[in-house]
Every structure is written in C-alpha cells, then in structure tokens.
C-alpha cells in the first residue's frame, strides 16, 4: 500500500499529518516513511531467488536512519566511494554484505575496504585492478573480486543515467573482458569470484535487462572454459520506479525476479544485486510552501520554497514528478495550470511546467512526490540555501535523520586566509 495518503483531508506519512509536522520543522524538509522503506525493501528480496545478496545501492539515499532501518531488516549495501562505505558501516551494515563499485576507486578507499573484509569489489578496468592488487598484496590479503563488463545495450533510459553502452567510462568493454580475467588470474592479490554488470537506472523495460545478463550467461560459461571460478554473479541495480501514473509502468519486480531466475538458472552462481531507486524513490517527498503565486504573461508561477539545489532531478535529467497539495482539494474543484519553480536563480529551477493543479495560494504546502531517491543525497547549498532537513516517520512517530543547516553553519564552511583576517 501506499504510506502516504490523505487522512481527513489532510496528506499523512503514515501516522503522521504533513502539515502539523511543517509547522514543527518548517519548510522545506524531506519525509520518508520507514514502512515503505521495509515493504520496497520486502518486495525486491521475495522476487529475487533465494539466497541473493541485496545490496542497497546507497548513494539512492544515504540517510543513516535509513541505511539502519535496512540493515534491521537484513540489507547489504552497494557502495561507491570511502564515505559510503564508512557510512554503510557506521549504520550497522556488516561488511561481509558490503559490495564496492565505482570507475575511480583509490587506494586509500580500497584499503579501507580491504581492512573491513567487504564482500567484493566490482573493478571497472585494468589499471584499477592493477591498483587493487597492489593494495591487496601490501595488506597480505587477496581482494575478492567481479569485473564490471559493460555489455554495450542501451537501457533505454535517459541519456545521463545510461552506462551500459560503449560509449560510457563504465565497466570493461566486452572486446577486452576475457583477456583482463586472464591477466587478473595472474595477479596474486586478486581472487576471481564473479561477473558484474550494471546497465543503468530507471530502466522501464525488461528486455535490456535480458539482454545485458544473457550475454552476461554466455560470458560466464566462456570464463569457466578459460578455467576461472566463477562463482557470483552481481546483476547491479536499475529497476525503474513509476514517478506518474502511466499505462506503461516499469515492469513489476516479480517478473525482473523471475526473468532472472530464468536467465541464471543452472549457472550455480549466487546472485547480487544493488537496487536504490526502487527501495527509496517513493518512501520520501519534499514538501514546500508556496511563497508566492505570481502572474506571468503566459503562465501563471507557483513560486515555491524548495529549489534545485533541494532536489535537481528535475532540473538535471527532465525528470518528472509528481506534485499534490497537502490540503486534499475537493472532488470537482478547479485545476488551473501552474510552472511550478523555486526562488534559485537559474530558469532551470523548474519543478514542473503548466502543471494542473488544485488552486493554491501564498503559505499553502505542497507535497513532491517520489523524492525519497536521489533527492536529498544530491543537495547542495547553492544560492547560500541551508540544506533542508530529513525527517524519518514510523507509525506515529517521527524524528528528525538531518538537522536543517543554519546561515552560522554555511557561514562556517568557509575559512578566512591570513591577509584577509586583519
Ligand atoms: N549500481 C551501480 C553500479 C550504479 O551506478 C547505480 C546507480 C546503482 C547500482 C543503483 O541504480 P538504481 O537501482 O538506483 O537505478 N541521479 C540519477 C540516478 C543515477 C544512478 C547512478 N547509478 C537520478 O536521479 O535519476
């Protein structure tokens, strides 16, 4: 079910009604419910075969909350950088279900790594295992490791979150996989576990997927002819989310499960996976007052609390979300089109273009849907805008996961040098 619904008119987090809980924080602020979290969570381990590894791709949200509310409930978690790892571990995510990927790992990051005892790294080209091995060897350890093969299918999916195709710095090109496990066999920090593919996010078809992994299969049976032990397989994140009601929805994870189950079978291999905006994406919103509502020429401009900086999605890749007012409005009332944007100077500071809407005025609260991925994770405080809180919900109860920032702690970001102070 959905987690956020109008309750007496008035739209809830579960137990909790938006509106009272802005006149506690203020606007703008994030709200995640920990029920959807668990459900998304629930659904994606039901319809994987039994015995897989999820690993939350955290950079989706890395809210501590929220990586404790999954590690409560069992989840690995998909890294990509040394915070991300030192956030996974802080939340409680045992390392042994902890997967590292990304092009540009450092030293210092897989040492870290390495001392914790992760699961595995999925290494994107040769000089990053040659760096691994080293690393490796100096600590007297071996790296468990995946090479991320970049399958060349196109995700269909927008043009800045596509990474399975030649074009893109992601993974090692199918051409040069087979000689890079050769050389990798070699090297004796190295330990060969598994295959890794990742094609993209907000993927909305199945039939990328079956592509990438059946090419994927037919490697895998290449490497073990070569002598590799392959083990694992890592099938990477990406299952797309419905942001607006469509007759075309993402495909359900049961049948992604059972796809992969068809495609995988016999291979013996145990499977990962690394979803993010299907665990988050719908457990959070971003509500957001409205300032202004101002008459334009052409439009009309609901002039709103929350910008870019709060949640560029919109700005950055076109996405579209959804947008509703806190207070429900009533059946039959009128829906007059709005350009929703924030107070950030830039025209891309744009929510959503002649929007219908119910009628809405200064100091009114409206809800952004879907924003609970790639929402607060992407924030910055451009325009000298403080950093909007997270607040996590549970049944009736609610706390706050990341204080808003004040103007004395953007102010305190910066230092004065020496010929300036006097
Ligand atoms: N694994 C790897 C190696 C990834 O690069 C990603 C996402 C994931 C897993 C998780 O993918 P998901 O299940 O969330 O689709 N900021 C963009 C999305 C960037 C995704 C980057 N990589 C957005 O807001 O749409």
Redesign the pocket.
Known sequence: MNHFQYKDGVLCAEGVRLDLLAEKVGTPFYCYSTATFARHYKVFVEAVPTGSLVAY?I??NDNLAVLKTLAQLGAGA?V?SGGELAKALAAGIPAGKIVF?GVGKTKDEMRSALEAGIYQF?VESEPELAALDEVARSLGKRAPVTLRVNPDVDAKTHAK?T?GTAETKFGIPFSRAREAYAHAARMAGIEIVGVDV?IG??ITELEPFETAFTRVREFVGTLRGDGHNITRLDL????GVPYENSNMPPPDPSVYGAMVARVTKDLGCTLSF?????IAANAGVLVSKVIYVKKGEAKDFLIIDAGMNDLI?PAM?E?HHEIVAVTEPKVGSPRPRYDVVGPVCETSDLFASSRPLPELKSGDLVAILSAG??GAV?AGDYNARPRVPEVLVHGEQWGIVRPRETYADLIAKDRIPDWLSS
Do not use: C, F, W
Not at 236 to 239: D, I, N, V
């Open positions: 791709a950079k989706a998909d990509v990927s999925n979150i990474t990742h996010s907000q990477g994140g990406g299952l690394e979803p993010g905006r299907l999605r890749y996405a991925a790639y992407m």
